[in-house]
């Protein structure tokens, strides 16, 4: 078992265990060799290093995504949910999707520029771009960077349209700049929040703002004119589920005009990762969660095909949604809010070139 991690402690961390990532040829175990037994071990803290990306915006295709394309200031995230579905993204880059993920971070500092570079090229189409789906572009490191901030005016000298996504705080820094975006129709943003119990959030979202200070963001966004979506995102069958109504009640009071949910995903390395935080955290609950999951995935942990994964199928997942129609009906909160502009936007002119006359 390569158990890494057990060289340090792991104060306000979610996973549990560093294995490698299904692409490595070796693992890295710890073993105690009786020196030192009784010293205190070190705390496991994060790292920061820089990459200079070749270009910022992903495309996409999917059917089952609102948007075809997105960028991501950071790889990793600080804040460490266990459940997150971005986690094998690191195993790409030969890092853990374990504690790596949370813990060896990487900054995209140039990627201001790069986005300036690929939204003036002549073949590009505007439509909106996607922030924060898959690793939050608000994690504590952008306290310090400011990657996202620098993207955000890129995109609004540009009157280009963004929907974000975040759990992070940081995102009420930004409220200048977002809000001007908001009076001209160019941004959306979604704030998860996946359960209300705080001792629950800080177990398996250890450097997430807690669940009523995420409130407040969509308070504070609201009162700024910024429309808001409350995401009860990811719903954990037998842990957070029974939540589902007061969830989008409480971001409906805070200011929310729309909400959406989607159910526990668990692809590839997050499954063991999952796991065994249950059997940490939730021994009692854990093989109940395990065995719903598979229910709605036609037996396995998870389904990837697109229509299902986000959702799952059977009795329980119409259940769910069935829960979350009639909740938001009685809410008076939407699905789909108006589309964002797109007609607004003129490709950013680059260092060098000639400026159009018109």
């Known amino acids: 078992m390569d ?41 496991l803290r994060t790292q920061t290093t820089m990459e200079v990306p070749r270009s910022m915006i992903s495309y996409n295709s999917s059917p089952d995504l609102p948007f075809d394309r997105s960028i991501n200031p950071y790889r990793g995230c600080e804040h460490g949910c266990v459940y997150c579905f971005a986690r094998p993204s690191h195993a790409y880059l030969g890092l853990s999707p374990g504690l790596d993920f949370e813990t060896k971070l990487i900054a995209r500092p140039d990627a201001p520029e790069v986005l300036r570079r690929e939204l003036s090229a002549k073949s590009y189409k505007v439509a909106p771009i996607a922030i924060g789906t898959n690793t939050d572009p608000y994690q504590p490191i952008e306290k310090e960077h400011e990657i996202m901030r620098a993207c955000l005016q890129v995109l609004s000298d540009a009157g280009h349209p963004v929907a974000i996504v975040t759990k992070g705080a940081l995102i009420e820094r930004d409220i200048d700049i977002l809000s001007d975006m908001a009076r001209r129709g160019l941004v959306r943003v979604g704030i998860s929040v996946t359960t209300l ?22 308070e504070r966004l609201a009162r700024a004119g910024i429309p808001v979506r409350i995401m009860a995102s990811p719903m954990i069958p037998a842990l957070t589920d029974p939540e589902l109504e007061a969830i989008l009640e409480a971001g409906r009071e805070a200011g929310a005009r729309h909400a959406s949910w ?44 697109w229509h299902k994964r986000m959702r799952g199928e059977g009795p329980y997942a119409d259940m769910v949604a069935q829960r979350f129609a009639v909740a938001i009906k009685r809410m008076g909160l939407g699905t789909s809010a108006p589309p964002m502009r797109c007609d607004l936007f003129r490709a950013p002119v680059m260092p060098g070139a000639q400026m159009s006359l018109f």
């Open 197 to 218: 119990d705080a001792k629950l959030s800080r177990l398996m979202e250890p450097r997430a703002p807690a669940p009523k200070r995420r409130l407040k963001m969509i």
């Open 262 to 305: 989607i159910m526990l995903r668990l692809p590839a390395e997050v499954s063991p990762l999952v796991q065994e935080w249950l059997a940490e955290h939730y021994p009692d609950r854990a093989g109940r969660i395990m065995a719903r999951l598979r229910e709605m995935h036609g037996g396995k942990e998870y389904d990837a095909s």
């Open 3 to 43: 158990r890494e991690d057990q060289r340090f402690r792991l104060p306000g961390r979610a996973a549990i265990s560093n294995h490698a990532g299904r692409f490595e040829r070796h693992r890295v175990e710890a073993v105690d060799d009786g020196w030192d037994s009784d010293a205190e071990l070190p705390v």
